[in-house]
């Protein structure tokens, strides 16, 4: 018998205690931390080309500054179903991002004096310029709705571009925003986040010359409003599109969510009546003074001009 057998049997008899041997505690191994994402690096300094005959092989680009929710997608549908004009999904371009991976490189860009942000509009129109091309038309329209945010950018990227605004009853487009994913964004959420692009397209309609469209415009007298449009652009109306899903199954087919409204009342290949606006009670407050902004402050009534 050993002798800790020996304690124990002496002890445990007496007492009904016992001797243990004790383990050290086992080395925990600390936890992995989760790996933190990247900080989104600064958008560069930018500034006109210095040689826009060579510099740029897009001419006279159109741009659509929206915020979400406003109609966008049916208003670049119409555009598509020009003869002259090439209206295609959301490119998101602006995300198009370009960098030396060595500090040579960059060297030999600046000799040419070419830095970051003319690298990445060279890269920009290089893009846009080859969907033009690929559509065989003339005049190419993007309406991507977080350009609003770079509008100043794209002024100074292409400085013959213009500029077409569109406009709806902020109300309209928070409860459209919460209705496009009720669970992600419930309606105050929506009107927020809503209102960010709101902001963001007030300031490009103070700095840049273009022309504004409505939406309750355009669904209540397509034609008239797309005569408006037609004329600002330089091109005859043409009444096709107003039916602009005739002959473009293939087009209505493709719409695909993230790139553009793909829900079905887009896909009906025609500008649809607009809903009845909000009441002025229904109108969030953090949206009021946009309201007023844009001419949608209720009337005497409750009615919005």
């Excluded at 990247?38 to 006109?48: K, N, Q, S």
């Excluded at 741009?63 to 929710?69: E, G, L, S, Y």
């Amino acid at each position: 018998m050993t002798l800790l057998r020996k304690i124990n049997a002496a002890l445990g008899s007496a007492t009904g205690f016992r001797v243990c041997r004790v383990h050290p505690p086992a080395v925990r191994e600390p936890a992995a931390r989760k790996p933190v994402p990247p900080a989104r690096p600064e958008p560069p300094p930018f500034r006109p080309p210095a040689h826009p005959e060579t510099d740029r092989l897009l001419r006279r680009p159109v741009f659509i500054i929206a915020p979400v929710r406003s109609g966008s997608t049916l208003l670049r549908m119409t555009l598509n179903a020009h003869s002259r004009l090439h209206a295609p999904h959301e490119l998101h371009f602006r995300r198009l991002e370009v960098r030396c991976t060595t500090r040579l490189a960059e060297r030999a860009l600046s000799v040419l004096d070419l830095h970051r942000a003319d690298l990445e509009h060279l890269l920009w129109d290089r893009v846009l310029h080859r969907e033009l091309v690929r559509s065989g038309k003339s005049c190419l329209v993007e309406k991507t709705p977080s350009n609003a945010f770079v509008h100043d950018r794209l002024a100074a990227c292409w400085p013959d571009a213009r500029f077409v605004f569109l406009l709806r009853h902020p109300g309209a487009i928070a409860r459209s925003w919460h209705e496009a994913d009720p669970v992600r964004r419930d309606p105050e959420q929506a009107a927020c986040d809503a209102l960010r692009y709101m902001r963001a397209v007030e300031r490009a309609r103070a700095a840049l010359p273009g022309h504004t469209v409505r939406y309750e415009e355009l669904t209540g007298d397509p034609e008239g409003a797309l005569r408006e449009l037609c004329a600002f652009l330089g091109e005859e109306f043409e009444p096709g599109m107003v039916e602009y899903g005739a002959g473009r199954a293939r087009e209505i087919d493709g719409l695909e969510k993230g790139l553009g409204d793909w829900r079905e009342k887009i896909r009906t290949g025609r500008v649809q009546p607009g809903r009845d606006l909000p009441d002025a009670e229904e109108v969030p407050a953090v949206l009021r003074e946009v309201c007023d902004a844009w001419g949608y402050a209720p009337e005497p009534g409750g009615v919005a001009r």
